[in-house]
């Protein structure tokens, strides 16, 4: 009676030397990705953790009840400047980087 072990296929795997060429044109478009300032990053994780702390502690506090909701909605609310904050930063970064790439042309 024949064991388990030699009943299973063996898989042949085959070096395919083409697919090189393909990694290394991909690899060249991710070094072309625009790279934005050290700044932006910090401001857009400021201002997400900004938005995530005021909807969270706006709920907590509208749990107390309907003084609750009177305090709550309004912290709540205070999560749209924050947004709208990380996008002017990100458009002013943008403006400066077009005027960089139109003064080297």
Avoid: K, W
Wanted: proline share 6%.
């Amino acid at each position: 009676m024949p064991t388990m072990e030699s009943e299973r296929p063996q898989a042949i795997i085959e070096a395919d030397d083409e697919d090189d060429e393909e990694l290394d044109a991909t690899a060249d478009d991710a070094n072309e990705a625009p790279q934005v300032p050290s700044y932006i990053a910090v401001i857009r994780i400021v201002a997400v953790l900004g938005m995530g702390l005021c909807v969270s502690f706006g709920l907590f506090i509208s749990l107390v009840g309907i003084n609750g909701v009177l305090i709550g909605v309004p912290v709540m609310l205070l999560s749209i400047p924050c947004y709208y904050g990380m996008q002017a930063a990100e458009r002013l970064a943008m403006r400066a980087e077009h005027r960089a790439a139109a003064q080297q042309e």
